[in-house]
C-alpha cells in the first residue's frame, strides 16, 4: 500500500549542485504533480505531467526540469541550485485532473547552502 | 498572485466544539474545492470536496459551505477533537485545468 513515494526525504545542496528528487505511484494514475511549499505559504505547482511523455510547466518552473518516461516516474531536477530553491517538496498523483483529488508523497526537505 | 486565501494562519478551539475555518478565492472560473489537512513530517491528505453546483457537503464531522456569490467557503469540524490538530490547506481548479491552488493554511490547535 505504497501510494506515492518520494526520495531522499531531506537533502543539502551546495550552491551550483545538481540534483534529482524521484517520485513513484502504484496507482496507475495518469496525473503527477510537483509542488514546493515555503513557509507561511501555500503550495506552489512547479510542473505537471497528464501521462507519460507529456510534461508542462507550472507556476514556479524556473531552475527545474521533469521527465515522465513511464506512468508510475516522475523525477524532478534540480540544475544549478540556489538558496531560493531551499523549500520542501512534494510530489502528487491523480486519477483525473480538474475534479480529482491528490495524492501526496510525504515530502523532500531541501537545503541550499 | 494569491488565488486561495486563508487569512488566519492559526486558530485554536477546545475539545468538542466547533471549529470553523475561511477561505476566499478571487478566480471566478474555480468549480471544484477541496480541503486537505496536513500532519507534521507528512503529506497533505485530502479530506473533503465541494463543486460549484452544491452550496453544502457533509461527511462525518465535517461540512464544506460554499457561498459562490462572496467567492468563500468555510470548513465545519464538528464535535473538534485533539487528533484534528493539523494544518488545513484549502484548494481550488477548474475542471478545464489541470492547475491546483493552494491557501498558505490554518494550523488547527484542538486543546483537551
Known amino acids: 500500500n505504497a501510494g506515492v513515494t518520494q526520495t531522499p526525504k531531506f537533502r543539502i545542496l551546495k550552491i551550483g549542485q545538481s540534483m534529482t528528487l524521484q517520485c513513484t505511484q502504484d496507482m496507475n494514475h495518469n496525473y503527477m504533480y510537483w509542488y514546493r511549499q515555503d513557509p507561511g505559504m501555500g503550495l506552489k505547482l512547479i510542473y505537471y505531467s497528464v501521462g507519460a511523455g507529456i510534461t508542462d510547466k507550472g507556476e514556479v518552473p524556473n531552475g527545474y526540469n521533469v521527465s515522465r518516461s513511464t506512468t508510475e516516474d516522475f523525477p524532478l531536477r534540480l540544475e544549478l541550485a540556489a538558496p531560493s530553491q531551499t523549500s520542501v517538496y512534494f510530489c502528487a498523483s491523480s486519477y483525473s485532473a480538474g475534479t480529482g483529488e491528490l495524492f501526496f508523497g510525504e515530502g523532500s526537505r531541501l537545503t541550499v547552502l | 498572485d494569491q488565488q486561495v486565501k486563508q487569512n488566519s494562519p492559526s486558530l485554536s478551539v477546545q475539545e468538542g466544539r466547533i471549529s470553523i475555518l475561511n477561505c476566499d478565492y478571487t478566480?471566478?472560473?474555480?468549480?471544484?474545492f477541496l480541503w486537505y489537512k496536513k500532519y507534521p513530517a507528512e503529506g497533505p491528505t485530502f479530506l473533503i470536496s465541494?463543486?460549484?453546483?452544491?452550496d453544502k457537503n457533509e461527511d462525518g464531522r465535517f461540512t464544506v459551505f460554499l457561498n459562490k456569490s462572496a467567492k468563500h467557503l468555510s470548513l465545519h469540524i464538528v464535535p473538534s477533537q485533539p487528533g484534528d490538530s493539523a494544518v488545513y490547506f484549502c484548494a481550488a481548479s477548474a475542471m478545464i485545468d489541470n492547475d491546483m491552488r493552494f491557501g498558505a493554511g490554518t494550523r488547527l490547535t484542538v486543546k483537551p
Open positions: 465541494i463543486s460549484s453546483i452544491k
Open positions: 478566480n471566478s472560473m474555480f468549480d471544484y
